[in-house]
């Protein structure tokens, strides 16, 4: 029986890695899960990602880096690759759900700060709900020879890391003050300021905006303002027939040209070209 007293049937599929998906964004290798184990391991080293929901019950994860630590679940295990570890259920065992996965868009989710490798273990608010039927998904595909299949597991396997990293309970409060401190941001970011301004408008020093906006964006507070208004700027562009030069100070940039270049730098494409692509006007008769 699982965590909801549904019957489980323990299951492990393993899959090649697809070099152009690993090498241009994420290969998912493999996926399974364990209802009520009752085993653990030691000096395991892989060399890929892996990714483990600890549903219920509760054990213990031990590598040389952090020592041993306790796993009660609803919690998740993030172990790198090359890293010697160990981890299993204690008396009463445990229920799991794991990934194997690797490429160059994990690279990207460690350097935003979603797969950390210094916490490997990490509790969670609760289990998402979807983690059993995307896993159930994933087996389909894991076991299917479709050549969509592989395409398939590497989007249900980032979308599995995403709901762990949503999950993620946070040290004490610190969860609604970011949140607070994000929102602030996002509705002010038109306004013309530094950030030393924005901070001392929110009670911070400019060192603690830093790191709070770090931890729940992975960006600087300049980059997540910058981001914000070429987003906002991207929605007009394709919703309204506003001059670009308008748009451009509703977001926050007074200077047609810099915002002209700012854009294109950060989209690829000129103001107007985004234009052209994706407004929708009617056809001509």
């Not at 990207?108 to 273990?121: F, H, I, Q, T």
């Not at 249900?156 to 890391?161: A, E, N, P, T």
Request: glycine share 10%; aromatic share 6%.
């Amino acid at each position: 029986m699982d965590y909801r007293g549904r019957m489980v049937t323990n299951w492990a599929l393993y899959a090649a890695a697809t070099p152009l998906l690993r090498d241009h964004g994420l290969v998912c290798l493999g996926a399974g899960e364990q209802s009520e184990a009752r085993t653990g391991f030691a000096g395991r080293r892989l060399d890929s990602h892996a990714l483990v929901f600890v549903s219920s019950g509760g054990g213990e994860y031990h590598d040389r880096r952090v020592g041993r630590v306790v796993v009660t679940g609803p919690s998740v295990i993030r172990v790198p690759p090359e890293r010697v570890h160990g981890y299993g259920p204690g008396p009463e065992g445990w229920t799991e759900h794991w990934l194997l996965f690797d490429g160059a868009t994990v690279r990207a989710l460690v350097e935003l700060g979603v797969l950390d490798p210094a916490r490997p273990v990490v509790r969670l608010r609760g289990l998402p709900a979807e983690v059993p039927s995307l896993f159930a998904e994933l087996r389909a595909v894991l076991d299917s020879p479709r050549r969509s299949a592989r395409v398939a597991a590497s989007a249900l396997c980032l979308r599995l890391i995403a709901l762990a990293a949503d999950a993620e309970v946070p040290d004490e409060g610190t969860d609604r003050a970011v949140d607070r401190v994000i929102a602030a941001l996002r509705e002010g970011a038109a306004e013309r300021m530094d950030v030393s301004e924005r901070a001392r408008r929110l009670g911070l020093s400019p060192s603690k905006l830093r790191a709070m906006v770090q931890e729940g964006t992975g960006r600087s507070p300049h980059e997540f303002i910058v981001t914000t208004r070429i987003e906002r700027a991207q929605s007009m562009l394709a919703s309204t027939e506003l001059p670009v030069n308008a748009i451009g100070a509703s977001v926050g940039y007074d200077d047609p040209a810099f915002f002209s270049r700012l854009f294109a730098r950060k989209t690829g494409v000129p103001p107007t070209a985004f234009r052209d692509q994706h407004a929708r006007r009617p056809a001509s008769p």
